[in-house]
Each structure stands twice: as structure tokens, then as C-alpha cells.
């Protein structure tokens, strides 16, 4: 703790912003004596946190890097495999977050966390010095055996991985099989998979005719709304919809398109894999992945990482406990950039966040079912926990919904990129 | 109240051992300014909640820092206190500090592996979790002496907290080993300072006439800017606003930055013939510090801005979901009468999460927006007509 100390001591000085620009010389604005705030990663999460962080106080430079120059939402894009949704729909630049909030986007990767001498490096050279650092680097799959996602799409991350599962939905022959898997939780987006399928089961009705879905869950039963989706997977796409719990993968032949679980081989026309999940690279290269070795632990009052200073982790890679979606995520940067904001000013983060979640479930292409919850800090345990009676799910998939679901999504994206 | 506040007064200790008789010189003699005055081998931050409470540190080599808890509307104040990582330091925390007679002063101990006490040191962040302290007289453990000082610390158990919340105690605190306590002399669990030495109630941190010999302790000093009994000269922190001379901007807190003022401390002595005068050129001219560090941060900013994933950025709403900028009475009573019924929509639900002091705290912090900040640009999506009302499920 002894340099993180000095340096929120002497935070602002013009000493200090003076010997990094000596140290470093492709620094970004040594010449300001703002506080150094840098988001990695331009997600829902990342994205959130750098724009309220500009939006809510002028002492603090934010610098989010990102290296991809177009952010594709998840959220959604089980409407671009039935093409309810252009793709470009779901396509979000970071040009607003530049513009309506001086964040500095830098187009880069980050190589190196140095969190010693708090600075990250990027693929280009550059150095970048940060007085606290916000990883939002979402999930990566952990690797299955014989799994090449160059042919077996997961398309759980938006943009090429979707549209590469529309097209081969799309050439698929009347009568095919649609086999999908669904990682042991906790992974993105709860009821991402049993939504998909749902989605596509009812696109293949009316599209292939004779065609199935293959649902292999790693899971002991549908984790989320389980009566809206057995209802779907039993009743409106009855024939069409096969359900198996604790089919857990454990290979898949890439060319033959074959999932080899637990429960036996399903060979498919079209295989859809969705590998088991942990925190992005990021955190296992900060050596912050110590829940689990898979995600990164924090406290939830400031999202700071409980293995190195002044460095938080939000969005899917952190470890609390609350599920991993994009509306959560944006909850939980509020809660890191307030934080942030009060210790960067001497204070303490506020002591009682809460965070929300709310979805919406595309059942078909016209009805949608949802999901909420409100999430309390408990002092007592130091985690965030669901107020009971917050939490809840639609009895009926409805067109209502389905409709609701569009407001939702443009609050949701305006308030994260716009 | 989201500031944290430091101060050096090691002279304020000493006048304890010396039972009182004016001002006494620091045995170390004039601070030396360093690079970080405050904290030179690193430090750690000791954190918890408590009742509204004046929270005090008292180290060894005579350097006290203090904070005091943050009123977050609710009967668990946080509190946030840096220490310094090479001393062992003692807390102390009060309740109702600025009534004479209804201030409670509590000791706190530490119960460590087998041994307990009140000097201690540690490594990193610690956390005391709720430490209950009495808000009243009457609610106290024990005051034979009646000074408002219980007679024995709140003591800590580290195995019970370590459990209950994690708070790391064992694994970095250490209990000082010392047979003799510099600042408790007598041993009796209680900081020196606040002893009553001539058992007039008072403890001594708050007598102007420690020994009782009608004769008021402290001179007046004719150049004490902050009247803290420190002459400016050897106080660290001239006007007692927090921020050390070295980093005041305002030394003398009369309004005009250093670089502007003849006379930083407001002594009478214009600068240039002032040997208690930093050198301007390294006095950092940080006002954007001192503002910040002492600007409070309404409770409803965090809490409102968990409504704007689905309303809207500053309840400004994009699409058909209503917006909730300016409205603070709707805000109130829409929400109550959800809580009121089962949740079947998503809203009703998300009501039922919150009490009813956040709730105000969400409508005040809206209300206080008003409707004209934005208006709607920004809208990825088109979305279909009509207004939700939330009652989206047909059922």
C-alpha cells in the first residue's frame, strides 16, 4: 500500500504528473493535473463506467481502450440469427462517448498492466499512466477439445460469431438438426442460451420444415424462467424442441460437427457451442483472477480488486456473485465510477449501492417474456445479495413485451454508449 | 461529509505528559518537511461503520490523524481513516463530540491471537465491520469518573470479525509488544489525552486547565491562525481545514490563493520577511484538491443513476418508457403505491427493492434535475409507439 498511499497523497500535484511525463514520454495529457482514470474494454460495463465518470465530475481525465472500433451488443442478437435485426442495428461506435463526453478512445489492445508503477502498456508503445484502472474485459471460453469456433460458431459475443450462425441456420436443409450446448453456469447472460433456442426453434417452424433443436445443458435443469421456457420447449415447439440437463460437453469434432457430452454423441447440421466461460484475459494477466481462478474477486462497495490496489474489475469478469449480463454490468460501473470518484476525492464509496438487473427474453419473433431483480449490499456479509421480494419473472411470453423489450434496449444502449 | 481530514499536532499530545502549563516543544524539534509529510513509510486504511462518530488515531511517534463518518442517512455511518504502516497506533471514537455533556468517548482494543490491547499496527486494509457505540451517557458501559470516557475500550475480537466479514484482521494486524505505553502511561486502556488528571469530569483532551490549578493551559498565541494552541510555525496545518500547509493552496483560508497573498498565514508578517512562510514555489496551487475533497456527493446520484439503464441518463428517456427528470412527486408516490401491492411488472418488482428513505433520496436527486437538461438524441433503435406504463405482462 506504501506507493498507493503517496500517490492519492499527492494526487494533483504538478510534481507528480511532471516526473511520469520524464518517465514515460508517450504519456497521455501529462501536462494536466487531473486525476488518470483508464477503462479497458468497451463493453456494456466499460463503456458505462467511462461515460459516468466524465459525466459526473470535471477533475478526472477517463481514457477507454478498446481495441475494436465498433462495439456489436449480445443483447438482442438472438434477433439478428431470425433477422428480425439488422446487425448494424445492434453496432455501436464509441463516437458519442468521445464527443458528448471528452472520454479519450484509444483504438488499441492493452500488452502489459503494470500495477506497481500503475501504467498499461498498448500494442503501439504507448504508455499509459493511471492513478486507478477499470478491466471490463468481459468473458473468454475456456478451451474444449477439438472445438474450432472458426467452424463452430459460439456467437456469444456479437457481430462475426452471430452472423456466422445465421448463415449456416440459414443454408441449413428442411429437416435439419440444430444442436446447441449450454455451459455449467455461472456464464453470460443467463437465459441467453434458452432464449436462443426458443428463437431459433421458432424461425425453423416456419422456415425449415421438419427441422429440430438439440438442447445439451450442462446444467441439472433450465436455470431461468423455467416455466416460460419448458412451456415454449413443450408446448409451442413441441416436436421441435429437445431439452437434455446434465448433458455436459466435453468434445466436439469441428468438422463432422459432433458434440460428444456426457450423455452420448449428437451429431448436428448446424452445432452451435457455447464453451464454459471465465473473466477475460485481462484479469488473469493482472493476476486478479482469484475467485475460483476463473473470476476476479472485488469489493462490492467500489468493485476494487481484493488482490492489488486501486485496479476494479466490472462487468462479467468480477466475481460477487450477480449474474453476468450487459444491464448488470452497466449497473456495476456505476457503482465502480461513483466509488471511484468519492476515493479520488479523499471520501469513502458510498456504503449501500444497489445494482438492478432486468431482461427482456425474446420467446419468438413477436412475443418476449422478462426477468428483474434488485441487488442490496449486505454490510454484514459484504456482498451483494437479492432483495427477495425484487425478484421475479413474466408469467407468459407476450407481444406486449416484445414490444417493451425495444424501450428497454434503447435506454439501455443510450445509456451505456450515447 | 466526504472528506477525509490529517493533521500533525504532535504537540498537542506532549502537552498531556507534561500535565498541562502552556506549550511544550516538540522533543523532535522542528518537522522536517518531506516529499510525503504524512506518511513516509507507507500506510494503510482502517475502515468500518459507526454511529455519527468523530474517529481519532493516536500513533507513536506522536502524529494523529482523525476522520469523521460519513452520514449516509442511515444508523451505519462508514468511516474511512489512513494510518501510518510503521507506528503502532491507538483509536479512539466519540459520539456527540461537540456537547460537553453528552459526549460518549470510546477506547477501542483489539483481541489478537490470545493477547489484547490498544496500540496496534497493520499491514493493509482492515475492516472493523458495525462497531456499536453508545449515543448517549446513559447508554454507556461503564464512566465511574463520570468524564464521558468509558472506563474500559470496546474491545475487537479478530476471530469473531474475521469470521463474520472477512475483515482480514489476523492476517494484518499486529498488537505492540511494548511492556510501556508512550501514550498510555498508566496503562489503563485509555489514551493519556484523554485521562481526567484532576477529576473535574473533563478529560483532559477537552480541559483548558488540566491540572486543575485554575490557571488555563493554553496561552493564547499570538500567531496561532486556527487557535489550536499550535503556533503556526510548528502546526502542519495553519487553519485546521485538512489539507497540510505543504499542499494548502489557501494557507490561511482567507480566500486568497497563496500566489496572492503577502502574507500566506496571516500573521501580520508580509511573506517576504516571514520565516514561517513555505516558499510559494512549492506550495501546490491544488484549489480543484481542496474542492474536491470536501464536495459532497448527494446520496440519490448513485441510487437515481440505477434507474437510468431503463429511463434514460439523468431520467432523460430515448424511447417510450417515461422519463423521470423533474419528477420527484410522481417518483415518490408511484413508488410507494407499488410497494404497496405484489409485483407483477417489472417496475413493481424493482420497487419493492428499495426503502423508503432511497426512494426520497432517488426523487430528490431527480427533482432536483429538472426536464430541460437533454432532450432524446441518441436513439439506436426505433422503437415502437406508444408509452410503457410497465404493466407489461397481459396476464
Not at chain 2, 507506528?87 to 482494543?109: F, G
Not at chain 2, 493552496?249 to 514561517?276: A, P, Q, T
Request: proline share 5%; hydrophobic share 35%; net charge negative.
Amino acid at each position: 500500500m506504501t506507493q498507493i498511499s503517496r500517490r492519492k497523497f499527492l494526487k494533483g500535484a504538478a510534481a507528480t504528473a511532471a516526473a511520469a511525463t520524464a518517465l514515460a514520454p508517450g504519456l497521455l495529457h501529462a501536462a494536466t493535473t487531473n486525476h488518470q482514470v483508464v477503462v479497458v474494454g468497451g463493453g456494456f460495463a466499460g463503456a458505462t463506467a467511462a461515460k459516468y465518470l466524465a459525466h459526473w465530475s470535471s477533475d478526472v481525465t477517463v481514457t477507454l481502450i478498446e481495441p475494436k472500433l465498433t462495439y456489436h451488443s449480445p443483447i438482442l442478437s438472438n434477433l439478428i440469427l431470425n433477422q428480425n435485426l439488422d446487425p448494424a442495428r445492434l453496432s455501436f461506435s464509441y463516437a458519442a462517448l468521445a464527443s458528448n463526453h471528452g472520454i479519450n478512445v484509444v483504438n488499441e489492445s492493452v500488452t502489459t498492466i503494470d500495477t506497481t508503477l500503475q501504467r498499461v502498456t498498448t500494442n503501439s508503445g504507448q504508455s499509459i499512466a493511471y492513478d486507478r484502472l477499470i478491466l471490463a474485459p468481459g468473458i473468454r471460453f475456456q478451451t474444449i477439445e477439438g472445438l474450432d469456433s472458426t467452424l463452430i460458431p459460439h456467437a456469444w459475443q456479437g457481430g462475426d460469431q452471430v452472423a456466422m450462425l445465421r448463415d449456416q441456420l440459414q443454408a441449413m436443409p428442411a429437416g435439419g438438426r440444430f444442436v446447441m450446448t449450454i455451459p455449467a453456469a455461472p456464464y453470460r447472460c443467463p437465459p441467453g442460451p434458452y432464449e436462443r433456442a426458443c428463437v431459433v426453434a421458432d424461425w425453423l417452424q416456419r422456415n425449415k420444415p421438419g427441422a429440430t433443436v438439440t438442447v445439451l445443458d450442462a446444467n441439472p435443469g433450465i436455470l431461468v424462467e423455467p416455466e416460460i421456457i419448458n412451456h415454449a420447449f413443450t408446448s409451442s415447439y413441441a416436436g421441435v424442441v429437445e431439452y437434455l440437463p446434465n448433458a455436459t460437453l466435453t468434445a466436439v469434432d469441428s468438422a463432422g460437427k459432433v458434440a460428444v457430452t456426457a450423455l452420448g454423441d449428437y451429431p448436428a447440421d448446424v452445432l452451435n457451442v457455447i464453451p464454459p466461460q471465465e473473466g477475460g484475459a485481462l484479469i488473469h494477466e493482472a493476476g486478479v483472477a482469484n475467485v475460483g481462478g476463473r473470476w476476479a474477486g472485488v469489493d462490492p462497495l467500489s468493485y476494487e480488486s481484493t488482490a492489488v490496489a486501486n485496479l476494479h474489475v466490472i462487468g462479467d469478469a468480477q466475481g460477487t456473485g450477480q449474474p453476468k449480463a450487459g444491464h448488470i454490468g452497466n449497473a456495476e460501473a456505476k457503482v465502480c465510477a461513483d466509488a471511484i470518484l468519492r476515493l479520488l476525492a479523499g471520501g469513502t464509496p458510498y456504503a449501500e449501492p444497489m445494482t438492478n438487473s432486468a431482461c427482456y427474453t425474446p420467446i419468438s419473433a413477436t412475443t418476449a417474456s422478462w426477468l428483474t431483480a434488485v441487488y442490496a449490499y449486505n454490510p454484514t456479509s459484504r456482498q451483494m445479495e437479492v432483495v427477495p421480494a425484487s425478484a421475479g419473472a413474466a408469467t407468459a411470453a407476450t407481444s406486449r413485451n416484445y414490444s417493451a423489450m425495444f424501450h428497454w434496449a434503447n435506454n439501455l444502449f443510450a445509456d451505456t454508449f450515447g | 461529509m466526504m472528506y477525509r481530514q490529517r493533521l500533525l499536532a504532535s504537540s498537542l499530545l506532549l502537552l498531556t505528559a507534561c500535565g498541562g502549563g502552556g506549550e511544550s516543544e516538540s522533543s523532535s524539534g522542528e518537522p522536517t518537511l518531506l516529499e510525503d509529510p504524512i506518511f513516509n513509510s507507507g500506510s494503510y486504511t482502517v475502515t468500518g461503520t459507526v454511529p455519527g462518530t468523530l474517529i481519532e488515531g493516536f500513533c507513536d511517534d506522536g502524529s494523529y490523524y482523525y476522520t469523521h463518518s460519513i452520514n449516509n442517512g442511515t444508523s451505519y455511518h462508514p468511516f474511512s481513516l489512513e494510518l501510518p504502516s510503521d507506528q503502532a497506533c491507538r483509536l479512539v471514537m466519540t459520539t456527540n463530540e461537540e456537547s460537553a455533556i453528552n459526549r460518549v468517548v470510546v477506547p477501542i482494543a483489539f483481541q489478537l491471537d490470545g493477547g489484547s490491547g490498544i496500540a496496534f499496527s497493520a499491514s493493509d486494509r482492515i475492516d472493523l465491520g458495525y462497531i456499536p457505540l453508545p449515543l448517549s451517557r446513559a447508554a454507556m458501559v461503564a464512566d465511574s469518573n463520570g468524564d464521558g470516557v468509558e472506563d474500559s475500550p470496546y474491545t475487537i475480537d479478530s476471530n469473531t470479525l474475521d469470521s463474520q466479514i472477512g475483515g482480514a484482521l489476523r492476517a494484518r494486524m499486529a498488537l505492540a509488544t511494548a511492556l510501556t505505553d508512550p501514550l498510555d502511561s498508566n496503562r489503563n486502556g485509555i489514551v493519556d489525552i484523554y485521562d481526567d488528571d484532576d477529576g473535574d469530569h473533563q478529560p483532559n483532551r477537552y480541559d483548558d486547565d488540566r491540572d486543575g490549578d485554575s490557571v488555563v493551559d493554553r496561552t493564547v498565541l499570538s500567531d496561532d491562525l486556527d487557535g489550536d494552541g499550535i503556533s503556526n510555525d510548528r502546526d502542519r496545518d495553519d487553519d485546521n481545514d485538512g489539507i497540510p500547509d505543504l499542499y494548502d493552496h489557501d494557507r490561511d483560508n482567507d480566500g486568497v490563493s497563496n500566489d496572492l497573498d503577502d502574507d500566506d498565514d496571516n500573521d501580520g508578517v508580509v511573506d517576504s520577511l516571514d520565516s514561517d512562510t513555505v516558499s510559494s514555489s512549492s506550495v501546490l496551487n491544488d484549489g480543484r484538491a481542496a474542492a474536491a475533497a470536501t464536495a459532497a456527493v448527494p446520496d440519490g446520484r448513485l441510487l437515481a443513476a440505477q434507474c437510468a439503464q431503463c429511463h434514460g441518463t439523468d431520467g432523460i428517456s430515448v424511447s417510450g418508457i417515461e422519463s423521470l427528470a423533474g419528477e420527484a412527486g410522481e417518483i415518490r408516490e408511484e413508488m410507494a403505491e407499488m410497494v404497496q401491492r405484489a409485483g407483477s411488472d417489472i417496475m413493481s418488482l424493482q420497487a419493492h427493492g428499495y426503502s423508503s428513505e432511497q426512494i426520497q433520496f432517488i426523487a430528490s436527486w431527480y427533482g432536483a434535475i429538472g426536464g430541460s437538461a437533454l432532450s432524446g438524441t441518441y436513439n439506436p433503435l426505433d422503437s415502437d409507439s406508444g408509452e410503457s406504463d410497465h404493466d407489461d405482462d397481459d396476464d
